[in-house]
């Protein structure tokens, strides 16, 4: 086996070891924390490459945790995260993000991973999202349709999904703007670092196909616009939906 290859091989096998041991714990004790409920399994591809599109809350990243682990914990699948590009600011982040799967948010690394027939999650939201004051829970912020060429590019199918329970585990005051031009994201002003005990939701919706699509529409800015749009309506509608039906948020 060349060098290289070997090397990946033995990064995977590591990688999934250290999902499987180390977070394992935090994981259960996060999900029966919440009460974590999860529907529509069906819908991700047990095998072969995939987007994951989700909504991004709560400060802290909480939902990013779960979500990806919940994923290797149910379908016994690796994702790989995209992830803001201050966990790869220096080789220590670079090294500790790139080892729990996270990937900085470039469209070549994102095809690469989707090439490796990789599941990729994605928060579109950005840290605009994430760090969103809690007046404005549960209303989602522009995407950024930067998933929408690599669907398109690599014929990988989409799975919207919708994380309820997070915006309210972590109670966000204040996005600060002061330190944008330096690390490059806002800083939020949490009222609590040890999550609320709220009944947690993900939901993954039907798959949407891309295979049907080619690199001439990717040069559509209107085109990829409404694509972008759409899916942020659909998961903001299971959002809308499940709030409406909700009962008390800690029983």
Request: without cysteine.
């Amino acid at each position: 086996m060349p060098k290289k290859a070997a090397e990946r091989n033995e990064f995977g096998e590591k990688l999934a070891h250290d999902l499987r041991v180390i977070p394992e714990v935090l994981h259960n004790l996060l999900a029966g924390y919440f009460r974590l409920e999860t529907h529509g399994w069906e819908n991700i591809p047990k095998k072969g490459k995939a987007l994951i599109v989700a909504n991004h809350s709560n400060a802290v990243g909480y939902d990013a945790f779960i979500l990806g682990y919940t994923i290797h914990k149910f379908l016994r699948r690796v994702p790989r995260t995209m992830a803001h590009n201050f966990w790869f600011g220096d080789e220590f982040r670079n090294s500790f993000a790139r080892r729990y799967g996270l990937f900085p948010a470039d469209l070549k690394e994102g095809l690469n991973q989707l090439k490796k027939n990789n599941l990729v999650v994605i928060f579109p939201e950005g840290a605009e999202g994430n760090f969103k004051v809690s007046s404005s829970m549960y209303k989602l912020v522009d995407f950024n349709p930067g998933f929408v060429p690599l669907a398109i590019m690599q014929r990988a199918p989409v799975v919207p999904a919708a994380i309820i329970g997070a915006e309210e585990s972590v109670y966000n005051l204040a996005k600060i703007d002061w330190f944008k031009d330096i690390i490059g994201s806002s800083i939020p002003l949490p009222l609590n670092i040890i999550p609320f005990p709220v009944k947690w939701k993900i939901k993954f919706l039907k798959p949407i196909d891309f295979g049907k699509y080619s690199k001439k529409d990717i040069k559509d800015p209107r085109f990829v616009k409404e694509i972008n749009q759409n899916i942020r309506y659909r998961i903001q509608h299971e959002i809308n939906k499940e709030i409406k039906d909700r009962d008390l948020i800690f029983k």
